[in-house]
């Protein structure tokens, strides 16, 4: 529980201190995105263990393309 707790507060510290930086450089019509790319457990292609494949880092690339 506490390790949650502990990769959450990180999480948030990363995340304002990326909204600062990108705040501080001004409005020139410059933006960013961030993809959060969950669980792929080290798999770089579909993982073959059921019917509907969901892993695999060129699918998730697509998904978010």
Do not use: Q
């Not at 390790?3 to 959450?8: E, G, Q």
Request: proline share 3%.
């Amino acid at each position: 529980m506490r390790a949650r707790y502990v990769l959450a507060v990180v999480v948030v510290v990363c995340g304002l201190l990326l909204v600062w930086h990108f705040s501080l450089r001004g409005a020139n019509g410059e933006s960013f995105i961030i993809a959060w790319n969950y669980d792929t457990s080290g798999y770089l292609e579909p993982c073959g263990c059921s019917a509907h494949l969901l892993g695999g880092l060129p699918r998730r690339a697509t998904k978010i393309a």
